[in-house]
């Protein structure tokens, strides 16, 4: 069964940054479709940025253009990088396929608050 672990949430102020790691179980190399997915506090789970079959990266519009997803398939980890960061960024974000195919991790936690 494949793991995925993220890590690298916690508390940031406002403006802030962090980044994202998801360390799988299993080599990436030929799973074209990863993404990262978040979920609010009483609101369904939302994809916010993924790679496209082809490569290319795409966002959600609520991040675009501050958050950057990269991946580095010699370690089976996908990144989020996120910047500027604001209080709506608060959730629980997890790293699956897009469409999410994989066994859920636990995700991390990101709080974004003054």
């Known amino acids: 069964q494949v793991q995925l672990v993220e890590s690298g949430g916690g508390l940031v102020q406002p403006g802030g940054s962090l980044r994202l790691s998801c360390a799988a179980s299993?080599?990436?190399?030929?799973?074209?479709?990863m993404a990262w997915y978040r979920q609010a506090p009483g609101k369904q789970r939302e994809l916010v940025a993924h790679f496209t079959s082809g490569g290319n990266a795409n966002y959600a519009d609520s991040v675009k253009a501050r958050f950057t997803i990269s991946r580095d398939n010699a370690k089976n980890t996908v990144y989020l990088q996120m910047n500027s960061l604001k209080p709506d960024d608060t959730a629980v974000y997890y790293c699956n396929t897009n469409p999410a195919g994989l066994v859920w991790g636990q995700g991390t936690q990101v709080t974004v608050s003054s």
């Open positions: 299993i080599s990436l190399f030929n799973i074209k479709a």
